[in-house]
């Protein structure tokens, strides 16, 4: 069964630092998401992404935060210069058309990042 | 404004014994859809179910169960007959029309089932 596969799966930091997480979706899909679950909180919507541009974002994502969708088949997400409070598992997903379109997204496993 | 409300933070029930999951919605979309996602201790997120606001018909899949209810803003999710298994948090999740790509999860609700 196809899958979202996130890369890596922890990774560790040092403040200051920039760091980015890679997914790879479903190939067919079309519409690419990252969202944030600080430990014991709930899943925070961060951004999406179609047609090579964010189509959504929220208040957190700000100028820190970049994506990228660099060839045919990963999508980024970049921290510029990391705080402590980016310390979260970090979520790709995927779909094949929007979530008005009557489909659903699929999440990778996540990629959990520690800020030190 | 969009939000999702689990009042139920930690849930704990003894094996075989039915439990419902509530979930309250806000949204003034009269067009948006409903999910909900289970995140077993592993940590990855289980899509459920998906569910749009103008289809109120109750659903069943397996042992699983959703009780949409418009008049209440609720769409609640029951487990029948509970397995260990399905110990893990889960999160009911919103997605409106003026901003479907946005999904808002609630808090979610820890469910633990004793063997």
């Known amino acids: 069964e196809p899958e979202v596969t996130q890369t890596p799966s922890h990774q560790v930091t040092q403040m200051g630092q920039e760091v980015i997480l890679r997914c790879v979706p479903i190939?067919?899909?079309?519409?690419f998401y990252w969202y944030r679950q600080i430990l014991g909180q709930k899943v925070e919507f961060l951004v999406s992404?179609?047609?090579?541009?964010?189509?959504?974002k929220s208040e957190i994502f700000d100028d820190q935060f970049s994506v990228e969708r660099p060839d045919g088949s990963n999508f980024t997400l970049k921290i510029r210069s990391t705080k402590l409070e980016d310390s979260a598992m970090y979520f790709c997903?995927?779909?094949?058309?929007?979530?008005?379109?009557?489909?659903?997204?699929?999440f990778g496993q996540g990629t959990r990042l520690t800020v030190v | 404004a969009q939000k999702v409300t689990q009042a139920q933070t930690e849930i704990s029930v003894v094996e075989k014994e039915d439990v419902t999951l509530d979930c309250v919605y806000e949204?003034?979309?009269?067009?948006?859809?409903l999910f909900w996602y289970k995140q077993p201790p592993s940590g990855e997120l289980v899509f459920l179910i998906r569910?749009?606001?103008?289809?109120?018909q109750n659903e069943i899949s397996g042992r699983y169960s959703w009780n949409f209810q418009k008049s209440t803003s609720s769409f609640n999710f029951t487990i029948t007959a509970s397995q260990v298994v399905d110990s893990a948090v889960y999160f009911c999740?919103?997605?409106?029309?003026?901003?479907?790509?946005?999904?808002?999860f609630g808090p979610g609700t820890s469910l633990s089932v004793i063997p």
């Open positions: 999740a919103l997605s409106a029309e003026t901003s479907y790509d946005k999904v808002i």
């Open positions: 992404f179609y047609n090579n541009e964010i189509s959504e």
């Open positions: 569910r749009n606001s103008f289809d109120e």
């Open positions: 190939s067919n899909h079309l519409y």
């Open positions: 997903a995927s779909s094949e058309r929007s979530y008005q379109g009557n489909t659903e997204a699929f």
């Open positions: 949204t003034r979309d009269t067009t948006y859809y």
